[in-house]
Each structure stands twice: as C-alpha cells, then as structure tokens.
C-alpha cells in the first residue's frame, strides 16, 4: 500500500539563493529596530574578533624572536609585555566571540519561532484539498526540521560560514603582505580549490539526503497512520504486516544513510589531501627562506602557524557546509509548504456577518443553480437549487455519493462552486470574510474527532474563553453533564486521542455541547447520528433538537426516521435533487424517498425481531 499522492499544486523545487532569500525578512525585519541593532552589533563583534584571532599569530612571532635573540641573557630580558600581550589578545579573541553569540542568541531563537509559527498558520489558511491529499505527519515534520533548519543556517552559516571565508581572506592578505606573493599565491589557490570542491562534492551529495528525506518522511507516515488506526491493526490481527510495511521503509532509509556516510567520508578525505599538499608546500618553501636567511625562526612560526589557523577553520568548513546544505534542503521543503497558494482567498473588500444567535436573528440559505467538481472529468452536483428560510429545517437525504456532504462542504465554504451561488443573509458566501461566514455555522460531524486534552477543553473549544458556568450549562443541554460529572476528574477527564476514551455516543455529546457554546445562527447536522445505535441515536436526537431551536438549520441524513419532522426534505440523487416535500407528500408519491423509507422501516424491523 502506498502513501496518499502528493498535492498536484505543489511548488517546484527553490534554488538555494531563492531559499536564502526568504530567510533575509526574518533576519532583517523592517518593523523591528531592535532585531536589527542585534544583527549589526553582532556582525561588528564578528569582524573584531576576527581582527583580533589574526593577529595572535602575529605577536607570538614576535615574541619567539625576541626569545631566540636573548642568548642566555637574564631574565629580566624577558619580553614580558610582548607575553603578556599575547595572552590578553587571544582573551579578546574568545570574548568578543562568545559575546557576539549572546547578542544573536534572541535573534536566532525569534527567527526560527516565528517562522515556525507562520508555517503553522499557512498551513490552517490551505484548502480543505490540500490536507485531504497531504500526510498530516509528514507535515509536521517537515516544519519541524524547517524550524530546526533555521536554527542550524543562522548559528553555523551566518556565524561559522562566513566568517571563516573572511579570516581565510584576512590570513592571505597578511601573508602577503609580511612574506610575498609565492605565499599568498599558494595559500590562495589552496583556498578556492578547497572550497571548490566542497561545493561540487556537497552539491553531489544532496539528492542523497534530499531521498534520505523522502524516505523518513514515509516512515514517519507510516508508523504515524498505523499508531492512528491502532484498532483496525488489532481487528484484522494484521501487527506483522504493520511492522513489516514500517521495517521496509527503515531499511531504505538505512540504505540511503550509509550512502550518505561514505559519501561524507570521502569529502572529507578530499578535503584533507587538499591540506596536507597546501601545508607540505608552504613549508618546503619557508625552510628554504630561512636556509636563506630570508626570513627568521619567529616568521617561520608565524607562516606555520597561519597555515594551521587556516587549516582549522577550513577543516571545520567541510563538515559544517555538508550540515548548511542539509538544513538548506530541510528548509526548503518547508518554505515550499508556505508557498502552497491557498485555494479558497478572501475578496480584499469581503464583509463581516454577525455570528451568534444571540447577535441576530438566524440566517436565510438560498443555492442557486449550483455545480461543484471536485476534479474536472467528474462533477458531483448538478444544477442543484433549493432555499432554507431564516429558522427552517431542510433535511437532505439519498444514497452515498449523492452529494450529501458536498454541500455542507459548500456552504462552509471549504471549497467554491464551480457555478452558480451560494447566498446567505442575502450576500454570496464568497462575499464574507471566511472566519465570519464560518462563525456563524456550527457543525456537528458525524465523526467527531476530539482533542488529546480534557472534556472541559473540549467543549470550550466551541467558543474559547467561555466561563466554567457557561461550558457545564452547554453540557447540561446535550444531556452529557451528569456523566462527566460521575467521572473522576470531572470536567478534567483527558479523552485520550481522536476521543478514543470515550464512546460514539458521548463523543456526539460533546459535539453537541459545544456546538451549542458556540451558539451559531446556522446549524449543520452532517450525518450526525447515523453511527450511534437506535437508542443512543433516540437519546441524541433530544438534544439535537435542542441545539437546532430557532437556528437555520441543515439536516444531512441517512436515517430518515430522524428527518420526518423538517420542514423540507429534499432528496439527492447522482448530484442532483430528484425529489422534494415533506415527509408525508413524499411517502404519498411513492418514489425514491418512499422505496427508502420502505426499506429502513424493514431494517427496523428485522432490529427488533
């Protein structure tokens, strides 16, 4: 079994300067002068220090040649100043480093928060479309590792990166200027053809890791939808199956992480062997000199000593530019989540709409002429008219895959028609802002799915920042208060994941209850009892009728015992409405709604047989 197919809308893959470019805002935010000011003290902090650690070197030269010329003098001789000099510059050094990384440590802890943050929020504006063909634990990951991205670019690539190239640059122009140009000239080419190679061969590298990805991504998934449907693995005894799909895909991802193992070996062997000729060179050339006599014992340190101070930083470059590039490629998978477009965008001039009952009275529903496509070659509703009147009960009703939930979907505006309208309190629902329209629907969903927190949460969830009096009155109202009150912890009580702790019938009650905390103007019942027995169903329908008192209210059905008392019930059929009228006209009809309820009444029976 393969994973769901990936969105189709999906944004190509960024180049890396247009990766980086995304991160420059977060860096350097044009609302936030004191981001700022950290920023450039932090680099001005970065040059000093770099200043400083080059001419470390220097000095020590300095004080191996006034220790050679002292020939056997006293110790009063000693060049105490030069020493201790030395020792206060490489100080300097260090603390200007380390208070640098405190001045950036705010910036680098904000900067990846709030892209966190922001990716989360694009991900909640996608369309219903988007998720319905995404791994949500793919998603999570990917703005995990984004996030962990950031954090990796900032602290190694602006703090490691950089200033390394500029010390290599620092160093050259330095040894150029105490030695000559055979120096500088060898030092040079080293550098560019250390970099060069990291780069080609690190570029090489990342469509291993960019698969490596890939394939955790589907472990992730893997384990993540088995662990979810926990139970169905146990109904089919299917555990060895679980482990096995999960096994194969850590055994890919293993294949691909020794690739990518060796090919870092072998970087860093490159790497290397660029150093060790770079260093045997430039020394071969000073122990002429100094046979010469062109150049002293001191400035034959100081060249080694460069060289060595060159050679750290570099042989850090490689590691720490295979880690860049890693995090360049995790950053950019979540930079092209946020670049997803959002399917349903609000109008710039989109308009407010009073949400609770308690605001205005309940609202009018009128389609028109609707037709919806979920995909081009396959249309779902058919020129589909009806109107719900401020206060009404419509009860939609018809065999699966007529359309039922479409369009409930419509109305909430997950998706936009593809022609036609849909007109609430007289203004096209494309009209309204979306968290207007859809604050004045509530749903209650046939599979309610709860949070992983309390009931108390979860109620309140309908309207948060409710009172603790308010929240019990909406459980008192969904019958479900003298329950959670015989419990424990009460109100307290955690429901475990997706609800799991609670049963289908006190699952639609806390649907209920904070359906009714939200006291919306339109009520959608989708489907809302059709998985509950006959008695739970009796006992839930009570306080439906409660939640649905002077609301508009929309009744998606497959029980038609739970609709005979709506005002309208139309009847869907191949996406379009084949019959409508009351329960009593349309059993005087004798059509598709009478064969249904002929055959419900039937099943009924045979229950009670």
């Not at 080293?190 to 490596?212: D, H, L, N, Q």
């Not at 088995?226 to 799909?245: C, D, P």
């Amino acid at each position: 079994m393969t994973p769901p197919p990936s969105h189709t809308g999906r944004a190509p893959e960024r180049p890396v300067r247009e990766t980086l470019r995304a991160l420059l805002p977060y860096l350097w935010p044009r609302d936030d002068p004191r981001t700022r000011l950290r920023v450039a003290g932090a680099c001005a902090l970065l040059i000093a220090a770099k200043v400083a650690t080059i001419c470390v070197p220097y000095l020590y030269s300095r004080v191996v040649d006034a220790l050679h010329g002292l020939d056997g003098a006293g110790v009063a001789a000693i060049p105490l100043a030069l020493i201790g000099g030395y020792g206060l510059l490489r100080l300097l050094s260090a603390g200007l480093g380390e208070w640098r990384d405190a001045l950036f440590a705010p910036v680098r802890c904000r900067i990846s928060c709030a892209a966190a943050i922001r990716s989360f929020r694009h991900m909640h504006a996608l369309s219903l479309r988007f998720h319905l063909d995404r791994q949500s634990g793919g998603v999570t990951q990917a703005i995990a590792r984004g996030t962990e991205a950031i954090e990796t670019i900032l602290r190694v690539g602006v703090f490691n990166v950089v200033p390394t190239l500029i010390e290599a640059l620092m160093v050259i122009a330095v040894i150029w200027r105490l030695f000559d140009w055979r120096y500088a000239v060898i030092m040079l080419a080293a550098v560019a053809a250390y970099v060069g190679f990291t780069v080609s061969f690190t570029s090489w590298r990342i469509g291993i890791r960019r698969v490596m990805n890939d394939i955790n991504t589907e472990a992730s998934w893997k384990a993540l939808d088995s662990l979810l449907n926990y139970e169905t693995v146990k109904y089919f005894g299917n555990e060895e199956h679980e482990s096995h799909r999960y096994e194969e895909a850590q055994r890919r991802y293993e294949r691909a992480a020794v690739r990518t193992q060796v090919s870092l070996n072998g970087l860093n062997f490159g790497q290397a062997a660029i150093i060790a000729v770079t260093l045997t060179l430039v020394m071969l050339l000073a122990a002429h000199d100094v046979a010469q006599g062109r150049l002293t014992v001191g400035r034959f340190v100081l060249v080694n000593t460069y060289l060595m101070q060159l050679y750290l930083p570099l042989n850090f470059l490689g590691s720490i530019y295979s880690s860049l590039r890693t995090a360049l490629v995790d950053l950019e998978q979540m930079f092209r989540l946020t670049d997803e477009t959002p399917e349903i965008v609000d109008r710039p001039d989109s308009i407010g709409l009073p949400a609770r009952l308690d605001e205005a009275p309940a609202a009018a529903i009128r389609f028109e002429h609707v037709r919806f496509a979920y995909r081009p070659d396959r249309e779902i509703l058919h020129d589909v008219s009806f109107s719900v009147p401020a206060g009404g009960r419509v009860a939609i009703v018809g065999p699966t895959g007529a359309g039922k939930s479409t369009i409930s979907r419509l109305l909430f505006r997950f998706y936009d028609v593809s022609s036609g309208r849909i007109v609430v309190d007289g203004h096209d629902v494309r009209d309204y802002a979306q968290a207007a329209l859809r604050a004045a629907i509530g749903v209650v969903p046939q599979d309610t799915v709860l949070f992983n927190d309390t009931i108390g949460y979860n109620i309140a969830y309908g309207r948060l920042g409710a009172s603790r009096d308010e929240i019990e009155h909406a459980a008192r109202l969904a019958q479900i208060h003298d329950f959670i009150v015989s419990l424990p912890d009460g109100y307290a009580t955690r429901v475990g994941e997706r609800g799991l702790k609670l049963s289908g019938g006190e699952k639609q009650r806390v649907a209920i209850a904070r359906t009714i905390l939200k006291n919306p103007r339109i009520l959608i019942l989708d489907e809302a009892t059709s998985a509950l027995d006959t008695h739970t169903e009796q006992e839930i329908q009570t306080a439906l009728r409660t939640v649905s008192a002077e609301r508009t209210t929309v009744i998606i059905a497959h029980r038609l015992s739970t609709v005979v008392d709506a005002d309208e019930i139309l009847v869907m059929g191949e996406g379009v409405i084949q019959e409508r009228g009351t329960h009593r006209s349309l059993l005087a009809r004798d059509g598709l709604y009478a064969r249904m309820w002929a055959a419900q009444a039937e099943e009924r029976e045979d229950e009670e047989v």
